[in-house]
């Protein structure tokens, strides 16, 4: 989830192109680069088996670039505050919507980086960009903790980062 | 003395709507609306192709993501005069009818219907009685005594366990709540059902469009959808008839249930057709052409000066001279740099922040205005202009609703009436009940060309080298959007987004006149100022979007001592 268009908010889609380009999924999991979803999340995450949300973070808790854990505790717990426009990211929200309508997914992860800058224009910053590889490991991490079987592509294509051509493409 | 009260949901992430109000005996005496984010991404468009600009500008927003393709594509269309096949016009009318019913189901039912809805009432409801009345109402048939009364079991398990969850942040038992029970539960299995169909709507727009969010099938000059009657990877029978699924289903949502909720919640509430007026010139234009040089339209577009019905004036195409000539964009209240009001094609979008300040600026939203005047947008705008022009599809439905709120209520509301905080949510239904007809003209207007033999979905753009300027326009689910571009050398030279939520939102202009929000919010009466559910009653009614959706996930407020730091 993100927006391309805003800084460290791109880390999401870019990840997931990252992920698309370099690695072969089994056939029940699916890559998707949401945008800014807010509530049509509920559509998306709902009824699945299992979720795994990539985000950027923003918080001055710990320094730009630090990836963290989301559990679906974590964000169950968090009150959805008072809301006036549809565009309030909606997370908890959504899980809550899951949760009332008795379909929201048994295991649900939130990885990000906290990001520094959300400038129109403006590419990943060097502390998001630098925390790119620890998100990926992440998400592989959580895949494989679920049992889903991830392959390195032989060769890898260029990832299709098309807001932003200078985003780097590799993986180490 | 007056008391100002500060509405400001800050904490979730920076750069929102917030709402200052002033209150004084009990009623609102000041009132001014911001957006707390920079809004400049038309500038990472100078210098690009002018037929890539969709694929950015859809990124604007992560909810209204079709309508600024949509708006994009034309504003360049207009630039080149460049047609569009009749298939492509077709295609993108379904997409934009799909995305409004989408919208306009969410925008009730999940952002609205719980400032007049009590969550504490549904378990006193009796579900039995709710079903007789719901019956009584509407042909629908999942309004059944079990289905209540599972809706009911969801609202008691989530009270039992002792948390409100997804209830938590409303204003549960506030005064001002009238509805009885059975309704309170009707309306909240509606809430629950509203989201199947919101689904259905948005899987049209991602047939027709590959994919959604972010439709990949727009070009410049049409749309990039092949057309092959018996091919299952094109667009043929078999996803047209998907479609059409899809959308009878939608229809009938729209036209049993949303359509019915409204007029019934209108009708328990007829305080509010005297509330929340605020600016009454009114701003729409037409949409859903009809031919490849869009000189007809299902949807009517034009102006209204000062309430004054009987002399609206009609627009004759998307881009019509008058709207060309008189769209201007004031900042002396909003944080940019510069004195005089510019049209878009000379906009500048120079920030020049300043911190919230009452008699100065206050807002990163620009004061956009019509012949120098501010302009209330959305399907309120449309239906009225629709209405005082006699055409006969939103006679229809407004007529219809009148007619029903008077058989619920016993109120008997007038088209006047509808300039009311209840009027703009009631034209949104009236709306949603035209586009729902209209998607199933569209539909079989798309099927009758194709059947004709024509596949034909794309013209060439060519572009010149001298200097070229364009409008693109559409009337979106909050309103009216254009789209100023323009090319030099094959390039964008300029680019500028005037959206629905920048008229309505607007800040006050150098002459002192307030925007719709904060016009609609004064005089307005609080019965608990600490507790102003009934400004977020009327901010709610326009379907406010500041269109620079940025997802950071805040965690403030979560126990961030659980997450786990890698």
């Known amino acids: ?172 | 003395m007056a008391k100002r009260i500060t509405i400001d949901p800050i904490t979730r992430i920076e750069g929102h709507l917030r709402i200052d109000v002033e209150v004084d005996n009990n009623a609102v005496s000041n009132a001014w609306a911001s957006c707390t984010m920079w809004r400049g991404i038309e500038k990472i468009l100078r210098g690009r192709d002018p037929r890539d600009a969709w694929l950015f500008t859809q990124r604007f927003c992560g909810v209204c993501t079709t309508v600024h393709a949509m708006a994009s594509v034309r504003s360049v269309e207009d630039a080149l005069k460049l047609e569009v096949p009749l298939n492509a016009q077709y295609i993108r009318n379904l997409i934009l009818i799909a995305h409004a019913l989408h919208d306009h189901i969410v925008h009730f039912y999940q952002l609205s219907a719980l400032d007049w809805v009590d969550v504490l009432q549904i378990p006193k409801a009796d579900p039995a009685a709710a079903s007789r009345l719901a019956e009584s109402l509407s042909p629908w048939t999942r309004n059944s005594k079990n289905e209540l009364k599972a809706a009911q079991d969801r609202v008691k398990a989530v009270a039992a366990s002792g948390q409100l969850g997804i209830f938590a942040n409303g204003y549960w038992g506030h005064p001002a709540m009238k509805l009885s029970p059975e309704i309170n539960l009707l309306a909240f299995t509606h809430y629950v059902q509203a989201l199947e169909y919101q689904r259905k709507a948005l899987q049209v727009v991602g047939i027709l469009g590959s994919k959604t969010p972010h439709i990949q099938n727009l070009t410049v000059g049409g749309v990039a959808n092949a057309i092959d009657l018996d091919s299952q990877s094109a667009l043929g029978m078999d996803k047209l008839e998907m479609i059409r699924t899809l959308l009878a289903e939608v229809v009938q949502f729209v036209q049993q249930v949303y359509f019915v909720d409204v007029c019934a919640v209108a009708a328990m509430y007829p305080d509010w057709f005297k509330i929340g007026s605020g600016v009454k010139n009114y701003l729409a234009v037409p949409d859903l052409p009809l031919d490849s040089r869009a000189t007809e339209f299902d949807l009517p577009g034009g102006y209204i000066r000062n309430a004054d019905l009987s002399g609206v004036k009609g627009f004759k195409t998307a881009a019509d001279p008058v709207f060309r000539q008189s769209v201007t964009e004031d900042v002396v209240h909003a944080y940019y740099q510069g004195e005089k009001p510019l049209h878009p094609w000379n906009g500048e979008t120079e920030p020049a922040f300043t911190g919230w300040e009452a008699e100065q600026k206050y807002s990163w939203v620009k004061a956009p205005r019509f012949n120098g005047e501010p302009m209330q947008v959305g399907p309120l705008a449309q239906v009225l202009i629709g209405y005082s022009q006699g055409h006969p599809l939103t006679k229809k439905y407004t007529d219809m609703a009148i007619e029903k709120v008077a058989a619920i209520g016993g109120v008997h509301a007038t088209p006047a009436a509808l300039h009311s905080t209840l009027g703009r949510h009631a034209a949104r239904a009236i709306r949603a009940c035209m586009l729902a007809e209209l998607a199933q003209k569209h539909w079989q207007l798309l099927v009758d060309n194709i059947s004709k033999g024509d596949y034909s979905v794309y013209n060439a753009p060519v572009l010149p080298s001298h200097e070229v300027q364009g409008v693109g326009t559409h009337e979106a689910p909050r309103g009216t959007l254009s789209h100023w571009v323009v090319i030099k050398d094959e390039k964008i030279k300029n680019y500028q987004a005037v959206v629905p939520s920048t008229w309505n939102a607007s800040p006050r202009d150098h002459a002192g006149a307030h925007g719709p929000y904060e016009a609609s919010l004064l005089h307005t009466p609080l019965a608990r100022p600490e507790e102003p559910l009934e400004v977020l009653r009327t901010v709610h009614s326009f379907d406010p979007c500041m269109a620079c959706a940025c997802h950071a996930f805040d965690p403030a407020g979560r126990k961030i001592a659980t997450a786990k730091i890698l």
């Open chain 1, 1 to 172: 989830m993100g927006n391309v268009l805003l800084g460290d908010d791109a880390l999401g889609p870019y990840v997931v192109h990252l992920l698309e380009t370099q690695f072969t999924f089994e056939e029940r999991v699916q890559l998707e680069d949401l945008g800014t979803p807010a509530l049509d999340l509920t559509h998306r995450i709902a009824g699945q088996h299992a979720v795994i949300l990539i985000d950027c973070i923003s918080t001055q808790e710990y320094p730009a670039g630090t990836v963290l854990e989301y559990d679906k505790d974590d964000l169950l717990s968090a009150l959805p505050p008072q809301r006036l426009d549809p565009h309030s990211p909606a997370v908890s929200e959504c899980l809550l919507a899951a949760e009332m309508l008795g379909n929201i997914p048994e295991n649900v992860l939130l990885i990000g980086a906290i990001g520094e800058c959300f400038e129109p224009g403006e590419p990943l910053s060097e502390a998001v960009r630098g925390a790119v590889d620890k998100v990926i490991g992440a998400v592989l991490g959580e895949l494989w903790r679920l049992g889903v079987r991830v392959e390195r592509k032989p060769s890898s294509a260029k990832a299709d980062t098309w807001w932003a051509e200078e985003l780097c493409t590799t993986i180490s």
